[in-house]
C-alpha cells in the first residue's frame, strides 16, 4: 500500500514537473524534478522485465501489472530526461549573460 | 598566500568557475543516470516488442542528448564515450537517431583534437575492425552515413558528403574520394560540380589526363565555361606538358577576364598560368623568333604575377626557372636565392636549381658546397638527385675518380632502395649504372 502511494506521487511529480518545463518554466520544473527518486522505480520495474521473458502464460493479469509499473517507470525516465534538458537550459541560459 | 589562491585558481576543475558548465555538467550527469537506469532494468539490450513507445521516445532522446551535454560542459573525454556508448550499446535506435549520432561523432572525432584511441568497450566485437585513428574512425563512419542513403534508410544530407571530402583530402587519398564521387547516384549533385571536384581528385593524385577530359566537360560552352577554378586548374595541368600549352594559354586567358569582383584575389594565380603556359609552349615552338617572343612574354606575365602575390615561393622557383631557361643567369640566381629564403631550405628541388644555376656559370667549386649543404638538409632516401648531381659536376671538374666514388654511393643507395621498395622502378637508377659504367670506361 505505502509503495503504491509512494509511486503514485512520484508520478504526480513527473508529471507535474513536465507541465512546467513545457511552459517553459525551467527552474520551477528542477524543483518540482529534485525530488523523484529513480533507484526506486528501477527496483520496480526490474523484476517485471526480468520475470518476462520466460513465461508466456497467464497473460490477463500479470500483464496488467506490467503495464502499470511500465508507465510508471517511463514517466520517471521522462522526468529525469527533462531535468538534464532543464539543466542545460539553464547553463546556456547562465552562459549567455556571462558572455554579453 | 596570494601565489597559494592563484594555483588553487589554475588547478580547479574549469567547471567550478563557471556556473554555466556547472548547470551543462550536472545535466550530463542526470541524463546519463537515465541510460545507467535503462541499461540495469534491461540487461540484453532493449526488446522490439515490450516496451511502450514513450519510453523508447525518452531512452533515443537521451542517448543522443548525452554527447552532445558532455561537449557543451567542455568534457571532450566523457563525450567520446558517451558517443561510443551510443553506437555499441542496444539502445534500439532508429535509423534517423543512428545517423545523427554518427554524424556528429564523425564531425567530433575529426574536429575536437581528442586523440580517441581505439574502442575497447566490451561490446566490441571480436572479428570486428578497429580503427587506427579518429580520421579513420570519422571516414569509416561518414561511409557508413553515404552507404545508408543508397540503401534509402535515410534522406540526403549534403554535410556529410562535404565532411567525407575534408577528411579524405586530409589524408591524402583523394583516389578514395573520387570512387565515392562516383558511386554516388545521378540528381544528387550537380554533374558540373561532380565533374569539376572528380578532376580535383584526379589531378591530386597525379591522373592529369583523365582530371583534363572532365575539365573539358565541364568547361563546355553549354556547361560552365566561365567556372574560375575549373578554368585555373585546366591551366595549371597543360602548363606541365608541351603539347597541351597552347590549350592551357586558352584557358588562362578565360580564368582572366573571369578573376573579377569577388574573384578578385585569384587574378594574380590566372596571370601567373598564363605565364607558365605560355613559357611551356616556346619549349616546343618551330622558330627561334616565335621561341623568344614567347618567352619574353611569360617572364613578362610572371613579373606582372609577382607583383601582385609578393612572396608566393613557387612562383618564385617559376621564376627562377625561367630566367634559367633564358640565359639570364644572374637574375635566375637571384630568384633560386629568394626561394630558399621563402622555404627556408626545406625543399630540395630550391637546392637544385642553385646548383644547376651555379654549375652554368662555371663556378663549380660553389655548385658543390651548395649540393652538399643539401645533402645535409636532405633525408638519405631522396639524395639520388643530388648525388647525380654531384657526380656531374665532378666530372665537369675534370675529377673522374671522385664522380666514380659519387655514382657508387649513388649506386648503393638505389640498391638498398630497391631492397625495401621492390624491382627497379626509376629512370635514374638506370642512368647511375649507365654513368658509372660509361666514366670507368673512359
Not at chain 2, 585555373?232 to 606541365?240: D, G, N, V
Not at chain 2, 673522374?400 to 655514382?407: K, L, R, S, V
Amino acid at each position: 500500500m505505502m509503495v503504491c502511494v509512494y509511486e503514485t506521487w512520484q508520478e504526480a511529480r513527473a508529471l507535474l514537473g513536465r507541465l512546467e518545463y513545457q511552459r517553459g518554466n525551467v527552474e520551477a520544473a528542477l524543483h518540482v524534478f529534485d525530488g523523484i527518486d529513480l533507484q526506486v522505480a528501477i527496483q520496480r520495474l526490474q523484476p517485471s522485465f526480468s520475470e518476462k521473458q520466460p513465461s508466456r502464460k497467464g497473460r490477463s493479469r500479470g500483464d496488467s501489472q506490467h503495464a502499470v509499473s511500465q508507465h510508471s517507470a517511463s514517466l520517471v525516465l521522462e522526468a529525469i530526461y527533462l531535468k538534464a534538458k532543464s539543466l542545460q537550459k539553464l547553463g546556456r541560459l547562465n552562459g549567455r549573460l556571462i558572455f554579453q | 598566500m596570494t601565489v597559494g589562491l592563484l594555483t588553487l585558481y589554475l588547478w580547479m576543475p574549469h567547471f567550478l568557475l563557471n556556473p554555466a558548465l556547472c548547470y551543462l555538467a550536472d545535466a550530463a550527469h542526470e541524463c546519463k543516470r537515465v541510460l545507467d537506469a535503462v541499461e540495469k532494468i534491461f540487461h540484453q539490450g532493449i526488446p522490439d516488442v515490450q516496451v511502450d513507445n514513450r519510453l523508447q521516445d525518452t531512452v533515443r532522446q537521451a542517448v543522443e542528448l548525452l554527447p552532445e551535454l558532455w561537449k557543451q560542459a567542455g568534457c571532450y573525454h566523457e563525450a567520446m564515450s558517451a558517443y561510443r556508448r551510443a553506437l555499441l550499446s542496444q539502445w534500439n535506435l532508429d535509423d534517423d537517431n543512428c545517423s545523427r549520432i554518427q554524424k556528429a561523432f564523425a564531425v567530433f572525432l575529426m574536429h575536437s583534437g581528442v586523440e580517441a584511441g581505439p574502442p575497447s568497450l566490451a561490446a566490441q566485437v571480436d572479428s570486428s575492425y578497429v580503427p587506427k585513428h579518429n580520421l579513420e574512425e570519422a571516414i569509416l563512419l561518414l561511409m557508413i552515413l553515404v552507404r545508408k542513403f543508397y540503401l534509402g534508410k535515410i534522406v540526403w544530407d549534403p554535410s556529410v558528403l562535404e565532411h567525407l571530402t575534408f577528411a579524405l583530402s586530409l589524408c591524402g587519398q583523394t583516389s578514395v574520394l573520387a570512387k565515392e564521387l562516383e558511386e554516388i547516384m545521378p540528381g544528387v549533385f550537380h554533374r558540373v560540380d561532380r565533374w569539376n571536384t572528380l578532376a580535383l581528385c584526379y589531378s591530386a593524385v597525379g591522373q592529369n589526363k583523365a582530371a583534363l577530359n572532365l575539365l573539358r566537360k565541364s568547361l563546355h560552352k553549354h556547361e560552365q565555361p566561365d567556372d574560375l577554378i575549373a578554368l585555373l586548374l585546366a591551366a595549371k595541368i597543360c602548363s606541365e606538358d608541351s603539347h597541351l600549352a597552347a590549350e592551357g594559354v586558352g584557358y588562362a586567358q578565360r580564368a582572366i577576364t573571369n578573376a573579377q569582383g569577388r574573384n578578385e584575389h585569384l587574378k594574380g594565380v590566372a596571370i601567373r598560368m598564363l605565364g607558365l603556359c605560355s613559357g611551356k609552349q616556346a619549349t616546343t615552338s618551330p622558330s627561334d623568333f616565335e621561341r623568344s617572343r614567347l618567352q619574353s612574354e611569360a617572364l613578362k606575365l610572371l613579373d606582372a604575377a609577382i607583383s601582385l602575390e609578393k612572396n608566393n615561393p613557387d612562383l618564385l622557383f617559376e621564376l627562377g626557372m625561367l630566367y634559367a631557361e633564358q640565359r639570364n643567369l644572374n637574375t635566375a640566381l637571384r630568384y633560386a636565392k629568394r626561394f630558399i629564403d621563402a622555404t627556408g631550405g626545406s625543399l630540395l628541388k630550391g637546392w637544385r636549381l642553385l646548383a644547376q644555376i651555379l654549375s652554368a656559370q662555371q663556378r663549380f667549386s660553389e655548385a658543390e658546397v651548395v649540393i652538399d649543404a643539401a645533402l645535409d638538409e636532405t633525408a638519405k632516401w631522396e639524395q639520388g638527385p643530388l648525388l647525380k648531381l654531384k657526380a656531374k659536376l665532378k666530372t665537369s671538374q675534370s675529377l673522374p675518380m671522385d664522380a666514380i666514388e659519387t655514382y657508387r654511393y649513388l649506386l648503393a643507395l638505389v640498391q638498398a632502395q630497391r631492397k625495401s621498395f621492390g624491382p627497379l622502378r626509376s629512370v635514374s637508377q638506370v642512368s647511375c649504372f649507365f654513368f658509372h659504367t660509361h666514366i670507368i670506361i673512359l
